[in-house]
């Protein structure tokens, strides 16, 4: 089938292809019979990424599933959808209970939580706490009401006892937290232009972020704000503490002489090991793990491709390209540059990148427009973030790209002058960082294809697909509708 779509197309793909990106499937990330595994043998320079996105979900898989409790809070995350959805009656008494608790704001619904979905576990977690209150009135009255039968109101008991729990409000800040990081960094991995040097410090920065909430300091401040939470609810409910875990005691056998480990004691301490600490280790180690292809030596190569390197370079008397720059490069793109070129040209073009840069800001700066040139090229979707704006960490921010330089090299007319470096631009843009943009055809597929139109035939299915997906194609609307007309008379008399 890939073969067939591409001579239709007219691509020489054992040729010209130099990416290829799938999400985990053994169909298509397989090391020997997946897709990417053939496509290889035909084509050593085609490189296989992983897609990031899938990834990065993968990672929130793991996070939602690493203890009790977090297994607990989205359980009963899912198991809340089910019941408020499943009767209209319990879905019209949550929007009541809604406008009067929150009179003026729209009305919200649960969100379902989906491993396939990837921004589901925290919609649904913001959801229960934006609509708490609501929630709560809910099922209190569902409990106590006498026209509810025994197996509703056993459900409404349980789900209310959790809700009213402190170890739910501390596990769902706890996720919170971690959401805040995770989420805006899975929506810029969807985007369509991300290169892999900003997905790269993307996502370093969200990993040193996400270390940095591992101690005393973080974990003191989610108790502040579960206390917080608690005290403006005081009057209205009663909130269940944690409650002291029983040890098990250990029999010591003859002849031994070890001490057993103390016992924690504290309900608290007991959620900052077993709860806090373990979902941040697993998340931390499922990025190191998964994201690691930094460390190969042909992502290594692309990072030379950052503003940070090429000042370094640039520096007099201080050279610091490495002698084996290039290398992996050359061995994958071999036949597009030679690593003697590109590095030669790479010398010359940290000397003089920063000049052309400052000419093409130039005009922008000029006419005071309210984005300059460098805020449109690194955009992304990563705004709700809370982080530091201390200058020392301004490096770790995800803000050098790689269409900054292709920028400057196409308006400055440089390709001509450095023909292999940007060659070597042009392929780390087109090497692809995930598979979001062509999956969201599947979303649009359960739009068009409703239960109306269940016999729709093939040929028109696809069509309205491309029209749908590709609408950022112009289309000339009188073209169309003189071509539609010609099929009838009846038509033509009626369009013209």
């Not at 009213?164 to 991995?189: A, C, H, Y």
């Amino acid at each position: 089938m890939f073969e067939d779509i591409c001579k239709e197309m007219n691509l020489d793909w054992k040729q010209n292809l130099v990416g290829q990106s799938y999400d985990g499937a053994a169909s298509m990330r397989g090391a020997y019979n997946g897709l990417q595994s053939i496509v290889k043998t035909h084509n050593p320079s085609a490189t296989y990424v992983w897609c990031w996105a899938h990834r990065i979900s993968l990672v929130v898989v793991d996070a939602v599933s690493s203890c009790v409790e977090a297994r607990d809070l989205f359980g009963n995350l899912e198991t809340l959808y089910d019941y408020v959805g499943s009767s209209k009656k319990r879905g019209g008494l949550y929007s009541d209970y809604q406008k009067k608790r929150y009179p003026g704001k729209p009305l919200r619904r649960l969100k379902r939580v989906s491993t396939t979905r990837w921004s589901s576990h925290a919609s649904a977690l913001k959801t229960a706490f934006d609509t708490y209150d609501a929630l709560i009135d809910l099922l209190y009255y569902l409990q106590t009401d006498s026209s509810s039968d025994r197996v509703c109101s056993v459900k409404a008991k349980s789900l209310l006892d959790y809700l009213l729990s402190e170890r739910f409000i501390l596990t769902g800040l706890t996720f919170r937290k971690i959401f805040d990081l995770v989420n805006p960094l899975s929506k810029f991995l969807q985007g369509k232009n991300v290169d892999l040097l900003n997905a790269v410090s993307y996502v370093q920065f969200v990993l040193k972020k996400m270390q940095e909430l591992r101690n005393e300091i973080q974990f003191n401040i989610i108790v502040n704000e579960k206390n917080t939470f608690l005290d403006s609810r005081t009057n209205d409910f009663d909130m269940i503490p944690l409650t002291d875990i029983r040890t098990r005691r250990i029999k010591k056998m003859p002849g031994e002489m070890a001490t057993d480990d103390q016992p924690i004691i504290s309900p608290i301490d007991n959620f900052k090991i077993k709860t806090f600490y373990t979902v941040i280790d697993i998340v931390c180690t499922q990025v190191t793990e998964r994201f690691n292809e930094h460390s190969t030596p042909l992502f290594k190569d692309i990072s030379l491709f950052q503003k940070k390197r090429l000042k370094e370079v640039a520096e007099p008397n201080n050279l610091r390209l490495p002698i084996d720059a290039f290398n992996a490069f050359e061995q994958v793109y071999g036949k597009f540059v030679s690593a003697v070129n590109l590095r030669r040209e790479y010398l010359q073009f940290a000397n003089t990148y920063f000049e052309f840069e400052k000419l093409v800001k130039l005009p922008e700066k000029l006419h005071e427009l309210d984005h300059d040139f460098t805020d449109v090229l690194n955009s992304d979707d990563n705004d709700d973030q809370n982080t530091d704006e201390d200058s020392s960490e301004e490096d770790e921010k995800p803000q050098d790209t790689i269409h900054m330089l292709f920028e400057v090299c196409n308006r400055s007319e440089l390709k001509n002058i450095f023909p292999s470096l940007y060659t070597a631009l042009c392929i780390a843009l087109t090497l692809p960082v995930s598979s979001a943009s062509p999956e969201r055809a599947f979303s649009k597929l359960k739009l068009i294809k409703t239960r109306l139109r269940s016999t729709m035939c093939e040929e028109r299915l696809e069509s309205l697909m491309i029209i749908s997906c590709e609408k950022d194609i112009p289309i000339d609307t009188d073209e169309v509708i003189k071509c539609f007309s010609s099929y009838s008379p009846v038509l033509l008399k009626l369009l013209t």
